[in-house]
């Protein structure tokens, strides 16, 4: 990804949390700060939407408060035929918790489609393992 250089004048004791986390997280601080403001701002425009990190360290947008991501809660409004009371129903949530996905969605399709189609395809691969496993143990 293309990037543009911005200078920033920062208070030594944020340059501290931000060196000390990516220390922790093993990443570079550029790349943490980069992460940090760009989640941070889609937080802003979507407040009830907040990051999780998953499997691999990699992080996806999910309802806060709740163990859903985006992709969830945006399956269950496709199941229901992209009715978002319906959805709500089902999932027992606020139709403004769906409305939030749903908004969020629309603004970062691209990202949580490509979220959502590695979540299908880890699925796959555990699903074939499990049909490797009954075949050799029944």
Known sequence: MAT???SFRLHPSTLELLDEHARD???SANALAQRLLDEA??????????F????GGTRFPALVGH???VWDVMGTVWAEGRDVAG??????????DVRACVDYYADFKDEVDA???EQEAFAERVRQQLQRRQAVVG
């Open 25 to 27: 997280t093993g990443l």
């Open 4 to 6: 543009n250089q911005r």
């Open 41 to 50: 701002l889609r937080v802003e425009r979507h407040p009830l939407i907040g």
């Open 52 to 55: 999780r990190e998953g499997g």
């Open 67 to 69: 163990r859903l991501s």
């Open 115 to 117: 979220y959502g189609a």
């Open 87 to 96: 959805a709500a129903r089902y999932l027992q949530l606020g139709e403004r």
